[in-house]
């Protein structure tokens, strides 16, 4: 039987799902010895640092990853560095094929003036900070003010703006990072406020996703009820509204109508909105949007 050497580069979702492919492919002949590369200590990439902490059910799929590791032909090796500790050019002299699986660690700027100021922070480097990612604890952080802005529909955005709503007591049993949890604790923040560019029918959120949100036991959470209705009968004029859309819709339309406990943690979404300018001195104190609407 023909063993071909492959070396992936990258222990996440991408690189181990790479391994199963290959190790299912071994059939008619082929097998497969696999080397995974990983940068850092540990495997698993944004399942066990792209996750939000009080989402411990999502991180279950790292027994796929297990079940990955333990067939034979399998070794993982960690904190090697492509293009730190070996080159691209040595793998390929090594290994018949080499799979680069690293993803993306660059976050999406928004590509407007103000970027830059203090505590204007990508959820690439939030989101790992707050996860105990070695490479991110040093991030600066400032939680000294009562408001905090969220910019996207998607279900980081969901997740970013529940770790600032919430109480941070809610985070105590979860592996959120100690020195985040500590920060978090002391933070001043109680409104958060989550801006999307596009209405409500085009979010990219999850219905579980936003059917969590009015569980929060210490945070009030808000959405216009006006502004999903309009969606709804937007999505409904061109037939029938495709399952997923229909489920985000009553969902936002649930919180909508929701009663209110009447804490002092509050988090509101906002929709047809586009950012135009982040102003401050020094840092973050103002945020300018435009109004958008829907047409035809």
Known sequence: MAEFRIAIIGAGPAGYF???ALQSAEIDGKKFAIDMIEKLPTPWGLVRSGVAPDHPKIKSVSK???KIATQEGFRLVGNVELGRDISLKELEEMYDAVIIATGSTVGRKLGIP???LANSISAADFVPWYNAHPEYKNLEVDFSDQVAVVIGAGNVAI???RMLALNPKELDLTDTAQYALDKLHNSAIREVHLFGRRGPEHAAFTSPELRELPKLEYTDVFIDKGE??????RAGSAGEIPKDIKANLEAMAAIATADKKGVDRKLSLHFLSTPLEIKGEGRVEEIIFSINEVKD
């Open 18 to 20: 790479a391994a199963q």
């Open 159 to 161: 997740d970013v703006a």
């Open 228 to 233: 999903i209705s309009a969606a709804q009968q």
């Open 64 to 66: 796929v990853f297990e």
């Open 114 to 116: 103000g970027e830059e």
